[in-house]
């Protein structure tokens, strides 16, 4: 989990996962862009409560650079990227994601929520989205317990080292954010693997990300529609022998 600031929905997330993650041994990597003191003084109240590894950094690198710092000090089966404004609200969602994947090896990523098709220009077709969000702005609930999907949603996904191992982390060319997920969703599939979306009863309270609403978030990033373009275009270009891409 990369944090920046926003205390009060790291603790909501980080809460979240303690209450409902059922019997699976986990660690939490939490990697601080150079958070406000808050920040840490909270993860130093949990140290002792929980499994948390906590890292900090000097300065804001991004979610992408955290992410990867977060992958490197964990030698996990699995790893599971979590944005900070999600909340948990399904008991023991943790045992259901490690159970499709130890029982079904072909799969390469688990997420939350997931599109069903992305089109050439690296866009994605949101009536294709698959998720349990509970969330009033997006398409209805899932019914199934399982879908499979092109590309995952970055707000919560559960990678298998095999597919790390391969891949090497996420692809930081996409500079601050925007499109990891889509991209090393086709890095899975590039890989041999398949992705998936459980149903998972959860909140994303951003719906897009918190962080991203805010004004500290606006003067680092001028332009984020400009970076969303740009980096669809970045996507379109390394994946243009395997884009479009529908799974049924």
């Not at 980080?14 to 601080?32: M, Q, T, Y």
């Not at 969602?93 to 997420?111: P, Y």
């Not at 080292?161 to 086709?186: F, N, P, T, W």
């Not at 890095?187 to 990300?209: D, P, T």
Request: aromatic letters at 8%; a neutral charge.
């Amino acid at each position: 989990m990369a944090v920046w600031n926003q205390l009060g929905y790291t603790k909501l997330a980080v809460d979240s996962i303690l209450r409902n993650k059922g019997a699976s041994p986990f660690e939490l990597v939490v990697v601080d862009n150079g958070s406000r003191p808050d920040v840490k003084a909270y993860f130093d109240l949990m140290s002792g409560k929980a499994d948390i590894k906590y890292i900090r950094n000097q300065r804001n690198v991004g979610p992408i650079a955290a992410i990867n710092q977060g992958i490197s000090g964990s030698g996990r089966k699995y790893i599971m990227v979590m944005h900070n404004d999600v909340v948990i609200m399904e008991p023991g969602w943790l045992d259901k994601i490690t159970r499709v994947m130890d029982e079904n090896a072909r799969i390469g990523i688990v997420g939350l929520a997931g599109r069903q098709e992305i089109y050439a220009n690296g866009c994605v077709n949101e009536e294709s989205l698959k998720h349990d969000l509970q969330n009033e702005d997006l398409n209805e609930p899932m019914k199934e317990e399982s879908a499979w999907v092109a590309v995952i949603d970055g707000l919560c996904f559960t990678m298998r080292r095999e597919l790390l191992d391969k891949i090497g982390g996420l692809d930081e060319a996409y500079g601050y954010m925007h499109c990891y997920d889509l991209d090393v969703s086709l890095e899975s599939v590039r890989a041999g693997f398949r992705n998936m979306v459980l149903k998972i009863e959860a909140i994303h309270l951003g719906n897009g990300g918190m962080t991203r609403k805010t004004r500290d978030y606006k003067d680092l990033v001028k332009d984020d529609y400009g970076l969303l373009k740009r980096n669809c275009k970045v996507l379109a270009g390394k994946w243009r022998g395997l884009l479009p891409l529908k799974v049924a």
